[in-house]
């Protein structure tokens, strides 16, 4: 059984600072790109970045590179997403997910967490 867990979310000012983690358990993952999702209300769910488990491919979504890195931790089986300069419209809630490709589109990712919520206050 695939178990993906979410933390780190929370509420911080425009300008601010947050990192999500992802902790893994159930499989090993060395097999999978790790990705971050998000959805705001009311809009579909969007691909945030994603990274292959040995790090050797990442990829971001135009709206938040520069800002926004992924990372991972094998030892920890964990997948960290450092978010900077936050923005009032990168509230949602954030998803960690798995897939067995580097896809950009949130429905190709087979494995979910339960979401974490990111607000940003202006």
């Known amino acids: 059984q695939v178990h993906l867990v979410e933390s780190g979310g929370g509420l911080v000012q425009a300008g601010g600072s947050l990192r999500l983690s992802c902790a893994a358990s159930?499989?090993?993952?060395?097999?999978?790109?790790m990705g971050w999702l998000r959805q705001a209300s009311g809009k579909e769910r969007e691909f945030v970045a994603a990274m292959t488990w040995t790090g050797s491919m990442t990829s971001y979504a135009n709206s938040v590179k520069g800002r926004f890195t992924i990372s991972r931790d094998n030892a920890k089986n964990t997948v960290y997403l450092q978010m900077n300069s936050l923005q009032p419209e990168d509230t949602a809630v954030y998803y960690c997910?798995?897939?067995?490709?580097?896809?950009?589109?949130?429905?190709?990712?087979?494995?979910w967490g339960q979401g974490t919520q990111v607000t940003v206050s202006s």
């Open positions: 159930g499989r090993t993952f060395s097999s999978y790109v």
């Open positions: 997910a798995a897939a067995n490709r580097m896809y950009t589109t949130a429905t190709m990712y087979t494995y």
